[in-house]
């Protein structure tokens, strides 16, 4: 079974060449999403499988490893396109898979009057491949091509509705920026390779480990290159201006950006390589503290989006941000265990979105909804589950059980500490508050003007029911794998990825600190639930005289540009490379350019006309001219002509039978 | 009474095929060339005639019965088709009807 891994990618590719080759004219409207959320649901089955028989028994060392051929031989250098299943990716696997497979079943209904209805297919399937290379990959070039597909796949479905300009923009600037990380990626995967010779990962790590000592320059440069690069995919400060414009893209698409690919590259990029970066202190303390800030700075900017989609966009920069300090502070598992959960509610909470939007005719703002708890019962229940899960509820949900994990293993790190868990802490209290400024806004009060007018909404199909309910169960039950000391003490997650991830170092804590931990956790959480329902709820009017105070007003607009990180990059680098652009046309490079090149191309072309080789191919071309002509002129329209060839022919024919 | 000889009765359907022959090539008139596709027919119906007493079998003349059906649809149609083109064309010349040209 372990020998069927390399088509748990295959399939999905399989599905993309099919969709994109057959096209929209070839194929039914109906078959198209069989066949795309069909490739995905057969590979997520397959990891099923694999999974259960990984279980089951282990194979030797924990890790299997599939050669699938050899990708390139060239001097002493031979790279194979080769997987390797351990704990760490067939957590990934799944999660892409399952949650993966799941949005394809929603897009099913909810894309089906798109008329690019294929083409959404096609991209989302490449895109699903794309990331379970990046993740299966086991070595960093093969990574590389995975990282770099998941990157265009990004960007066609960022600016899948191409017609309109503003998405067109999103796409180009989500593909920029990233590409700015994925520029240091590659300086820092050169740098690996040619320091320790090798792209195997499983081999670069210990080599690592042997010739390079803790927080010697080459490990702090390397490990800080790869930061950057997770830095751009993840959207953590200051590369995370792309993630918010994002949004132009269709829902299902912000999901499977959000929960399962992409944005949770550099997570795993990181943990994937976290002997390096136990190497260099100086860099995980960075990403540490660039984690604490992105979840402080994205908490407070959800907190005052009006658009439903922007909200989920900083809260899902806020979350990762919560795996980068994990991550900082050498929490391995414990990131990777905050991935696993928010995948499933970070999708919930975008497909519950996508239902809200689509039945109040493409309605973003919060603002203008309201009520809709009565109307859409099912999407009010499993989009409630899912922001619960967010603010980590205590006791009940997913999200309290990972998030608490990376409180406590902060405080408890020696990477860590109380500063950063106080971060932390601020930002579960920031969660609370915005998501449900958002469910309080959407699901309750009085239904705005716009909403009742429009007939009751229509309910959503099955294909879109199945995916929020079966995502809300994994959004309260995904949690109980991973039981804090105090609260039954059984670390099974963090068991099965101990042979991947190694465990954290406690320093001593005293004991029953934990459970004073989780308590100002749960304390933190209430309150921000308790101050939502009573701003934007209760008393609706506060908030607003807040914002419309001279003082409020700065803040609100400073947060809701995001920072002004966009306007900062606008002006410093934008601005003057476009100027320098215009100013510099026609300067001397440009003319150096005309006169070395092309004007004697023009020039070269222009003697040449009429040669021998050009004889050849005119009078190819005169020959069938005549022919065409010569055999036009036998069709000459009068009837008697082709009576008389008709009796001519019978004539020969007969002649030749007789005479011969 | 006495057998007509094989060779009169074909050289009879020979000549009748060539004036029908005839008749359609050089004819530009659509009535006439519909009269010599008739003569034509009618050959070939001699000819069978001929060939079925010279061996004494019905095949000739149940043959013959078929050719007259044909003959009798394909006149049919045939000048329905001739009155059409003449009310679009108010002409029965077929040099008139030259519009498929290459």
């Known amino acids: 079974m372990l020998s069927l891994l390399w088509l748990v990618p295959a399939i999905p590719l399989a599905g993309f060449a099919a969709l994109a080759l057959l096209g929209n004219f070839r194929l039914p409207r109906a078959v198209t999403p069989i066949v795309g959320a069909g490739s995905v649901g057969l590979s997520a089955l397959l990891t099923v499988l694999i999974g259960a028989q990984y279980l089951a028994s282990p194979p030797a060392g924990s890790a299997y490893t599939q050669t699938v051929w050899n990708w390139m031989a060239a001097g002493g250098l031979t790279l194979a396109v080769a997987f390797r299943l351990d704990a760490l990716s067939l957590t990934m696997i799944f999660v892409v898979t399952f949650v993966g497979f799941l949005i394809h079943l929603y897009s099913a209904e909810h894309m089906a009057r798109d008329e690019g209805y294929n083409r959404f297919f096609a991209y989302m399937n490449l895109f699903v491949a794309a990331m379970l290379v990046l993740v299966l990959a086991d070595n960093l070039l093969l990574l590389y091509l995975g990282w770099e597909g998941v990157g265009l796949c990004s960007y066609l479905l960022i600016g899948f509705w191409y017609r309109e300009e503003a998405n067109g923009r999103a796409a180009r600037k989500a593909f920029l920026v990233t590409r700015v990380g994925d520029a240091a990626l590659a300086v820092g995967m050169f740098l690996i390779f040619v320091q320790l010779g090798t792209w195997n990962i499983q081999d670069l790590m210990p080599r690592a480990a042997a010739q390079w000592t803790a927080g010697s320059a080459v490990a702090l440069l390397a490990a800080a290159l790869l930061l950057a690069g997770a830095l751009g995919k993840s959207a953590q400060l200051p590369l995370q201006v792309w993630l918010p414009d994002a949004m132009a893209g269709p829902t299902p698409v912000s999901a499977l950006i959000h929960a399962a690919t992409m944005v949770t590259a550099g997570v795993y990029l990181i943990a994937r390589m976290h002997v390096l970066f136990s190497l260099a202190p100086a860099v995980m303390l960075a990403a540490a503290v660039i984690g604490a800030a992105t979840l402080l700075l994205a908490g407070l900017s959800a907190l005052v989006q009006r658009d439903i989609k922007r909200v989920l966009a900083y809260s899902t920069m806020s979350q990762v941000g919560y795996m980068f300090l994990a991550l900082g502070a050498g929490a391995w598992s414990a990131a990777i265990f905050h991935f696993w959960t928010h995948a499933f509610f970070k999708a919930l909470l975008f497909l519950g979105a996508g239902v809200v939007i689509q039945s109040l005719d493409e309605e973003h703002d919060i603002f203008r909804m309201g009520g809709l708890r009565k109307t859409q019962p099912l999407t009010f229940w499993t989009f409630l589950i899912g922001a619960c899960s967010l603010s980590a509820l205590p006791l009940l949900t997913a999200g309290f059980y990972s998030k608490d994990k990376i409180l406590w293993d902060v405080w408890s790190s020696p990477a860590g500490g109380p500063v950063l868990w106080a971060a932390g802490l601020a930002g579960a209290f920031l969660t609370s508050l915005y998501i449900f400024r958002v469910v309080f806004r959407v699901f309750f009060g009085a239904p705005f003007a716009k909403t009742q007018e429009s007939s009751p909404p229509n309910q959503p199909g099955i294909r879109v029911r199945i995916p929020l309910l079966v995502l809300a169960v994994f959004s309260i039950g995904a949690g109980f794998v991973e039981l804090p000391e105090a609260l039954g003490n059984m670390p099974a997650f963090s068991d099965f990825l101990s042979t991947t991830l190694p465990a954290l170092t406690v320093m001593a804590a005293a004991p029953g600190s934990e459970v004073f931990l989780e308590i100002d956790a749960a304390a933190a959480v209430l309150f921000g639930m308790l101050l939502a329902y009573v701003f934007f709820l209760r008393r609706p009017g506060l908030s607003d005289r807040m914002a419309r105070t001279p003082a409020g007003n700065a803040i609100h607009r400073f947060w809701s540009a995001g920072w002004g990180f966009d306007w900062l990059y606008e002006t410093v680098i934008v601005h003057p490379y476009v100027r320098l652009a215009a100013r510099n046309k026609n300067d001397v490079f440009d003319r150096l350019v005309d006169r070395l090149v092309t004007r004697p191309y023009t020039w070269l072309a222009r003697i040449s006309r009429g040669d021998f080789f050009d004889r050849i191919f005119s009078w190819i071309a005169d020959l069938n001219a005549g022919i065409s002509r010569a055999l036009g002129a036998l069709q000459s329209g009068y009837v008697r002509w082709y009576a008389a060839g008709i009796a001519a022919g019978a004539i020969i024919l007969i002649a030749m039978a007789v005479l011969q | ?102």
């Open chain 2, 1 to 102: 009474m006495a057998e007509v000889p094989v060779e009169h009765g074909l050289i009879l359907a020979a000549i009748l095929f060539a004036l029908g022959l005839t008749g359609v090539l050089v004819r530009r008139n659509l009535l006439f060339i519909l009269l010599s596709l008739e003569v034509m027919i009618n050959a070939a119906g001699v000819a069978f005639i001929t060939a079925g007493s010279r061996w004494a079998q019905p095949d000739g003349q149940i043959l013959f019965l078929f050719i007259l059906a044909v003959a009798a649809a394909e006149v049919s149609i045939g000048l329905a088709l001739v009155l059409l083109f003449h009310r679009s064309r108010k002409s029965l010349s077929v040099d008139d009807a030259i519009g498929m040209r290459g």
